[in-house]
């Protein structure tokens, strides 16, 4: 968050306390935090969080195994959601006449 600590600091000191409560409200125990969050960093595409989250989560005590069950798990529902997605977008495109416009730039 460097741009955005530098030049907007109330939001980066916003986040910190999101993230403080988030830390002392966690009803789950830390190794099922670090599970989700590595999920969510791979959804995001987030390269230092799934770092961050990989390396958290075998501190928190997961074993690699069950980090590669996230993992896959996240990649197979990721696939299935946007495979959804995907055909409901453009499920009534055989209803658009040829050269009409969808609305897109």
Known sequence: ???LSTHFEEF???LNLVDVALEEGRPVEKKVDELLRFALSIRARSQPCVRKHFKGAL?????KQEIAYVFA???REAAGADDCWT???ISDLDEIEP???T???
Request: aromatic share 4%; hydrophobic share 30%.
């Open 59 to 63: 501190n928190a005590g997961a074993s």
């Open 87 to 89: 055909h409901s977008v």
């Open 99 to 101: 050269g009409q416009s």
């Open 1 to 3: 968050m460097g741009f």
């Open 73 to 75: 798990l996240t990649m």
């Open 12 to 14: 980066g000191h916003s």
């Open 103 to 105: 609305g897109c730039g």
